[in-house]
């Protein structure tokens, strides 16, 4: 079982940049990790993964050139840094583990969720 805490959300203004953080319970280096958000009345949407090296990492395209995922497996924890942040980021963000390594695009792929962390963006 791993649980997962998600932290670095906030309220920022068009433009500007946070950084969320995922820390894990347990030892995920060999795991996946993905980052999802959900708007109010909308579904589920994938964000960003990174396999368990680190080596591949993979962009929704609302977000590429704008959100950048790494991971520190040392320290059992993945980040994303979002920079040029519009109104249509305002979602809660989640992190979760995919226990196949491979960081899919798909929410049913992940085992693993986190509670989540608030991001709004005024205009």
């Known amino acids: 079982q791993v649980q997962l805490v998600e932290s670095g959300g906030g309220l920022v203004q068009a433009g500007g940049s946070l950084r969320l953080s995922c820390a894990a319970s347990g030892r995920t280096s060999s795991y996946g990790m993905g980052w999802f958000r959900q708007a109010p009345g909308k579904e589920r949407e994938f964000v960003a993964g990174i396999s368990w090296s680190g080596g591949s990492t993979y962009y929704a395209d609302s977000v590429k050139g704008r959100f950048t995922i790494s991971r520190d497996n040392a320290k059992n924890t993945v980040y994303l840094q979002m920079n040029s942040l519009k109104p249509e980021d305002t979602a809660v963000y989640y992190c979760?583990?995919?226990?196949?390594?491979?960081?899919?695009?798909?929410?049913?792929?992940?085992?693993?969720w986190g509670q989540g962390t608030q991001v709004t963006v005024s205009s």
């Open positions: 979760a583990v995919d226990r196949r390594g491979v960081a899919g695009r798909r929410s049913y792929e992940y085992d693993y």
